[in-house]
C-alpha cells in the first residue's frame, strides 16, 4: 500500500533534491510546476522503496519530554534517548524529535484504550 | 564499541549494516526514472534531467549524512541498484572509481565536495568530450593538481574494500553486470591524483550508447544541451528546519492528507496557525512552492470578490489621504441616488458624489465598491479632528502636509506580546535537535509509560543517516 506522505520531504535526502530543484529553478531549466510534480514523484518512492527495502528493527528509549497527538499525527520530543539498531549498534541522542504520521495499517485506539485525547500537548517542566 | 563519552564508535561493521546508500540510491532511481514523461510533458530535455540527478546525489553525498563507500559492493549485489549501474554509480560508486580519488567520502576536508564535484564535472564533460575529441590522451602525465590525501583513511596500498580504492590493484573496471561494456582506466601512478578524464571518452561514449539502449534516463543526450551547473551546497544540518512540505500538493494524486502535525518547532495550536507558519517557511526557503501553488489557484474563483473598503484608514504603505474638503470641487454631474454605489461594467465612470456629502464620512475609493458603513457611521470625534502631530494619529483626519506618523491605534497596550515573561521554549524549537520522520503503528499508554510501534522511519541522529522498517520504542513522561 502506498501512502505518498510529504512527511519524509524533510530528511536529508528530501532536503537534497528541494535544493537541487531550487537550483534548476533559480537557473530557469524547470518550472516550479514541474519541481512540484518532482517533489510528488519522491513522496510516492521514498514511501515504496522504505516499505519494500528497509527491513531493520530499531528501539528507542528514552525520556519523552512532549507529546503531542493532531490530526492524526503524533509528535514525540524525547530526552536523552538512545536509539538501538538491530545490529547492536546504539546511538545515544541528546534531543530528539520523532514525527509519526499514521500508517495505514495502523490499528485505532481511539476507543477504549488508554489514549490522550485530541490535540493534547504537554509539556513537562 | 564507545568512546569517553559513551558515543558510539562505528566500526566497520556498523557501516556495513547500514542500508542507506542503497535506499537512497534505490530512492533517487526511482524518481529519475519515473520523471521522464513529466519532463516530457513540460517540455523540459533529458539533459535538465540528468543535471536534477547529479545535483541531487551530490547534495545527499554533502550532506555525509550516509556513507556511500560501502555502496558500491551493495550495488553489485543488489539487482535494482545494478541496473542503474552505468548512470548510478555516477553517484554511488562510479564517481569514485573514475576519478580515483581516494578521499571522497571519508575525509572531513573542505575540498570534498569541490573534488566530487569537480570529478562529476569532468565525467559530464567526457560524454560531451566524447563526441569532439577522437583521440585519448595519455595518463602518463596528470595534469590535476593532486588531492590532499586522508589520514583517517587507510594507506593507498591497502586492500580496496572502500570506494574507490578498488580501482587501485585493477587495470579496467568491469562491473559485474553482462553487457554492460567494460570501463578501461590507465593505471593509476599516483593514488593521491586525479587522472585526466579527457583519457576516458571511448568509455564514457559507449557507457552512454549502453544507457541509451537500456533506456536509462539521461544517456544518449546530445552533447550540445548538456550542461552542469552544480554548486556543491553543504547543508547545515542545524540550520535547515525539519519540517514536512504542506505545499506542493495536487489534487492530481489521491494523497492522505497531512494537514498539520509535522512542523511542531513553533508554537501553534490552532491547526491553521501550523499550516501557515509551515507555508511560511516553505515560500521563504523556497518561493517556488508557493508560485506554482498559486499558479495553480483558478484566478476566476477571486473574480467574484468584492472589496470591502477599509474604514479604519489606510495602512502605512498606503500615502496618506487629505480629506475632501481640501480637495478641489469636482466637476461631475450630480448622481441622482446620492449613495455613490453605482458600478456595473464598462469604463468605470466617477460617480463619487459631490462635495455636497459630508466630508469627513466619504473615503475616496475611486471606482470601487463603496462600503454603506461609512455613509452611515461616523468616524470618532478625535478622528474628525485634524491633527498636527501632540493629537489623533488617524489617517483620515490627518493633514496631508503632514508626514505620516507611525499609528499607535492598532499597535497600543492591547498588542503587548507578554515580552515580561521572557522567551519561552517551545519543543521542538532547538534546531540542533535530531529528528525522525516514520509513521506509527502503535501508540499506548499506561500512566506515564508509553509505548509506540514505528515504522518505516527515518532518523537523523549525530550527523547520520539511519533508516529502520519496524521500531518499537519505550518512553517515560
Known sequence: MSYPYELYRGSSVGIALADSLDAL???????????????????????????????????????LHTYRNCDDVWSFYLRKCTLKMEGG????????????????????????????????????? | MSNSDGRLIHTGLAFQTRPQPTVYRSIIDEVIGSLKPDFDEFGVGEDVLLTLQQKWESRVHAS??????????????????????????????GGVSRTGSPNIHRTNSPTIPNSRGASRTNSVGNVTNAYTRTSSSSF????????????SLPAVGNPPSVGGMSRTNHASYNPSLQGLPSIS??????????????????????????????????????????????????????????????????????????????WDEEEGDEEGSVSLRKRQWLVQRYPWMAEARLANVDTS??????????????????????????????????????????????????????????????????????????????????????SLGGGSNSSFARNPNVPAQPSED????????????????????DPDADVTYCTYDKVTRVKTRWKVVFRDGMVHANGKDYLFGRCTGEFDW
Open chain 2, 185 to 262: 582506466l590507465p593505471p593509476l601512478s599516483n593514488m593521491g591524483a586525479v587522472p585526466p578524464l579527457s583519457s576516458y571518452p571511448q568509455n564514457m561514449n559507449a557507457l552512454n550508447a549502453y544507457g541509451a539502449n537500456r533506456g536509462v534516463p539521461g544517456y544518449g543526450v546530445p552533447p550540445g544541451g548538456m550542461t552542469d551547473n552544480r554548486n556543491v551546497l553543504m547543508l547545515n544540518r542545524g540550520a535547515a528546519p525539519y519540517g514536512a512540505g504542506a505545499a506542493g500538493s495536487s489534487a492530481s494524486q489521491v494523497k492522505m492528507p497531512q494537514v498539520d502535525g509535522t
Open chain 2, 64 to 93: 555525509r549524512a550516509a556513507d556511500f563507500s560501502d555502496s558500491q559492493a551493495s550495488a553489485s549485489s543488489n539487482p535494482h541498484a545494478a541496473q542503474y549501474n552505468g548512470i548510478g554509480s555516477v553517484a554511488a560508486s
Open chain 1, 89 to 125: 549498534e546504539q546511538v545515544p541522542v541528546e534531543k530528539l524529535k520523532i514525527i509519526a504520521c499514521k500508517h495505514p495499517d495502523a490499528a485505532d485506539l481511539t476507543k477504549g484504550q488508554k489514549t490522550p485525547s485530541k490535540n493534547a500537548d504537554k509539556d513537562k517542566e
Open chain 1, 25 to 63: 529553478i533559480s537557473s530557469n531549466e524547470i518550472t516550479p510546476q514541474l519541481a512540484i510534480r518532482i517533489m510528488e514523484r519522491y513522496d510516492k518512492a521514498v514511501c515504496d522503496v522504505l516499505q519494500k527495502q528497509v527491513k531493520a528493527k530499531a528501539t528507542f528509549k528514552g525520556r
Open chain 2, 410 to 429: 492598532i499597535n497600543s497596550d492591547l498588542d503587548d506580546t507578554d515580552d515580561d515573561e521572557g522567551p519561552q521554549e517551545q519543543p521542538g524549537s
Open chain 2, 140 to 151: 602518463s602525465n596528470p595534469p590535476v593538481k593532486a588531492e590532499p590525501i586522508d589520514r
Open chain 2, 301 to 386: 474563483q477571486h473574480a467574484t470578490f468584492d472589496i470591502i473598503p477599509q474604514v479604519d484608514g489606510p495602512s502605512s504603505s498606503t500615502p496618506p489621504v487629505p480629506p475632501l474638503n481640501t480637495l478641489p470641487p469636482l466637476n461631475l454631474p450630480p448622481v441622482s441616488s446620492g449613495t455613490g454605489i453605482v458600478r456595473a461594467g464598462g469604463p468605470p465612470p466617477l460617480t463619487l458624489p459631490p462635495l455636497n456629502l459630508p466630508s469627513m464620512n466619504t473615503p475616496p475609493m475611486g471606482n470601487k465598491i463603496l462600503h454603506p458603513s461609512l455613509l452611515i457611521k461616523p468616524p470618532p470625534e478625535e478622528d474628525v479632528k485634524p
